[in-house]
């Protein structure tokens, strides 16, 4: 599967969230359950925004986005 070979959104999703201390080993379930919860584009954006509690304007700023675009989410 592609994402052994490859570093997809999903890949850097799952490495953040193995970042909590109850992790979210990589398996074929779990890229499946990621894929069904959001796109590649979504979850790489996801994996970029921090841990602790956020506002848009913080969002805006990691992903690089005008705060517009950040409200109305990825598309």
Known sequence: MSHTTL????T??????NRF???????ETLY???SILFSEREAGLVALLPIKPFTA???????????????????
């Open 32 to 34: 499946k359950i990621l």
């Open 7 to 10: 570093k997809s959104g999903y």
């Open 57 to 75: 304007e913080k969002a805006s700023r990691v992903w690089g986005m005008d705060l517009t675009e950040t409200r109305k989410g990825p598309r």
């Open 12 to 17: 850097e999703l799952v490495e953040r969230l």
């Open 21 to 27: 201390p109850q992790g979210a080993p990589p398996s």
